[in-house]
């Protein structure tokens, strides 16, 4: 009787340990991280730049992009000067893709600085491969 289960149990198995294909993203199976990749802003004094607001640009198709950031996570990242570029729910529509965004941090209505980070996304998460992500901004330009 242990066999009969077994045997099917183990077919289950090797399947689910196939390699998939990397352009099938419907087979892979995602870990659990929530990845986000962060811009660090600082000023000469390597204190927190509180941005009134920042815009992200899709590059590769000149679309903004939209992050769930409410009140609350904007305070947050005022606080710390860490601010949200991208993270694990951009996955989905842009899979095994290489992305570059263009984050633009503004501070009295005016932008104050522009960064590119190019992300590549797999089936599951994004991972940054190039660009700096810290800005480090001149006191005299915040007065």
């Known amino acids: 009787m ?8 183990c077919a289950c198995f090797f399947y689910a340990c196939e390699e998939v294909d990397p352009k099938d993203c419907e087979m892979a199976v995602c870990s659990e991280q929530f990845n986000s990749v962060y811009l660090q802003v600082r000023d000469t004094l390597q ?6 607001t920042f815009k992200i640009i899709n590059m590769m198709d000149m679309t903004p992009v939209v992050l769930p950031v ?3 996570i904007m305070d947050e990242m005022r606080h710390t000067g860490d601010y949200l570029v991208l993270n694990d729910l951009f996955v ?3 899979e095994n893709t290489r ?6 941090g503004v501070l009295k209505e005016k ?3 522009k960064r590119a980070v190019t992300v590549d996304i797999d089936c599951c ?4 491969v190039y660009g700096e992500l810290s ?3 001149d006191t005299l330009q915040i007065r």
């Open 125 to 128: 998460h994004i991972s940054p």
């Open 111 to 113: 932008p104050l600085f």
């Open 135 to 137: 800005v480090v901004v």
């Open 47 to 52: 204190q927190p730049i509180a941005l009134d």
């Open 99 to 104: 992305v570059v965004v263009e984050f633009t």
């Open 92 to 94: 989905r529509g842009h």
């Open 70 to 72: 409410t009140d609350s």
């Open 2 to 9: 242990k066999k009969i289960v077994f045997i099917p149990l």
